[in-house]
């Protein structure tokens, strides 16, 4: 098993800053990729971005590419998501995942974070 809790999220105007973080316990965390996600209201589960185990490799949705970063720190067992430029319609809770990131496939999820952007 692996536990992930998320941090970071609030209350943020339109063009700042937020940095996510899941801190990951349990199985040992450099074992897995670790992805992004997230859920805004009424809307399905999208992905954000996801990084490899060794986090030499990094993926983006489309949107977010250039606006946020992925990173992790295999010591800490975080990973983290900067988020810059930020607009309203980031606005969603997200959520850390791990697993295949190749695959798509994750097997553990965090509880989320609410990030609210404001116009």
């Known amino acids: 098993q692996v536990q992930l809790v998320e941090s970071g999220g609030g209350l943020v105007q339109a063009g700042g800053s937020l940095r996510l973080s899941c801190a990951a316990s349990?199985?040992?965390?450099?074992?897995?990729?670790m992805g992004w996600f997230r859920q805004a209201p009424g809307k399905e589960r999208e992905f954000v971005a996801a990084?490899?185990?060794?986090?030499?490799?990094?993926y983006y949705a489309g949107s977010m590419k250039g606006r946020f970063t992925i990173s992790r720190d295999n010591a800490k067992n975080t990973v983290y998501l900067q988020m810059n430029s930020l607009k309203p319609e980031d606005t969603a809770v997200y959520y850390c995942?791990?697993?295949?990131?190749?695959?798509?496939?994750?097997?553990?999820w965090g509880q989320g974070t609410q990030v609210t952007v404001s116009s």
């Open positions: 995942a791990a697993g295949e990131v190749t695959t798509g496939t994750y097997d553990y």
């Open positions: 349990g199985r040992t965390f450099n074992n897995y990729g």
């Open positions: 990084i490899s185990w060794s986090g030499g490799t990094q």
